[in-house]
């Protein structure tokens, strides 16, 4: 168990760009899911999936915003034009879940995006 | 949408001190409250949860008391050391009106110990 990692841990970018961001989850973890977390609050929610299907998606998330699990292990999250507002930690957390039950989600280090 | 409210929001405890965060809560779907640590530059942690079909949980200086009719629960650190200085978040899962696969942080707590 090599615990949840994500790829990279800071981002810098210019205002406009785009870029994305990697989740790989704890293995045979099949819930996967995306938060955010700006300085001095909590990681608030973004989005979730289980297996490759995305299930819930925040008002957080604009439509600049998207995220992928294309075979269930591995996520990715990409932000289109990106404004100054997005600078934030991004955070990916893994969960195993079976039988509809909520369980313990384990965070990555995060990704730090700074937007000048 | 779900409201969890944290508090204090700083806290600043002597070496061998108790320190005590708590946390409320209006909805939720599932019986199961976690704390997580966070330190800086670093994600969250998880330092213990408990379901309520019990009152209480201790592992090592941690405790969590919960109080389900009040819909409280709240993080008893005994014994402080200066390596708990962090922030602290509880969790609290989604309502069925709000989502029920996620959680909702709160807003954290800081906690600085001193030596």
């Known amino acids: 168990d090599t615990g949840v990692s994500q790829d990279p841990r800071h981002k810098i970018t210019k205002r406009g760009q785009n870029v994305t961001f990697r989740c790989d989850p704890i293995s045979e973890h099949n819930r996967l899911y995306w938060y955010r977390q700006t300085l001095g609050q909590g990681p608030e929610f973004l989005t979730y999936?289980?297996?490759?299907?995305?299930?819930?998606k925040s008002r957080l998330l604009s439509d600049r915003f998207s995220a992928e699990r294309p075979k269930g292990s591995f996520s990715t999250l990409e932000i289109q034009r990106t404004e100054q507002g997005d600078s934030a930690m991004y955070l990916c957390a893994s969960s195993v879940d079976r039988g509809g039950v909520l369980r313990t989600q384990y965070f990555g280090p995060g990704t730090r995006l700074l937007v000048l | 949408q779900q409201q969890v409210k944290q508090s204090p929001q700083s806290l600043i405890v002597q070496k061998g001190g108790i320190s005590i965060i708590n946390c409320a809560y209006e909805n939720t779907a599932f019986d199961y409250f976690p704390w997580y640590q966070q330190f800086p530059g670093k994600g969250p942690a998880l330092l213990i949860a408990i379901r309520p079909d019990v009152s209480e949980k201790k592992e090592g200086r941690f405790t969590i008391s919960f109080n389900k009719s009040a819909k409280q629960f709240s993080l008893h650190i005994m014994d402080s050391q200066p390596g708990d200085s962090a922030t602290y978040f509880c969790a609290v899962p989604g309502s069925f009106t709000s989502g029920t696969y996620k959680y909702i942080f709160g807003t954290g707590t800081r906690l600085k110990v001193l030596a």
């Open positions: 999936f289980q297996n490759e299907a995305q299930l819930e």
